[in-house]
């Protein structure tokens, strides 16, 4: 399971959220990036002593600072869902039964990698070079 599909999943739920400088955000997941930068609303962040204590509607954590989440387990159990149904859907189409395979078929895709650029070559044997046969 990759932490940026666990993170997508985890959106509108709540989760924990410890920085590297010791600092908490407690808050719903709005949204997240690629580089796990984070949004956060109805957000509580305790202090790194644990003794202040501090309410926002919303706050932006820059994924380089975070040190760890805490995730609800629902929402991993919901991750290993979707990665089962994604499975199964791609073994249903490596097996025909859906999408669509640009290698099956006759002479499917002639003419595009195997002869590099060239012209396939003509059928009956001709060089396509004059040689006609008379009716």
């Known amino acids: 399971m990759l932490p940026l599909s666990l993170l997508r999943t985890a959106q509108n739920h709540p989760m924990l959220v410890e920085l590297k400088n010791g600092e908490t955000y ?9 580089w796990m930068n984070i949004n956060l609303r109805e957000v509580i962040c305790t202090s790194r ?40 859907s791609r073994n249903d189409v490596s097996k025909g039964r859906g999408g669509s395979n640009m290698r099956s078929g006759r002479g499917g895709g002639r003419g595009t990698f195997g002869n590099r650029g060239r012209p396939a070559p003509l059928r009956g044997g001709g060089t396509g070079r004059g040689q006609h046969k008379k009716k």
């Open 49 to 88: 002593d644990g003794d202040k204590f501090w309410r926002m509607p919303e706050c932006y954590i820059r994924g380089s600072t975070i040190k760890y989440l805490r995730i609800p387990d629902e929402v991993i159990d919901m991750v290993k869902e979707e990665a089962l149904v994604k499975a199964r």
């Open 26 to 34: 407690n808050g719903h997941l709005v949204s997240c990036d690629n």
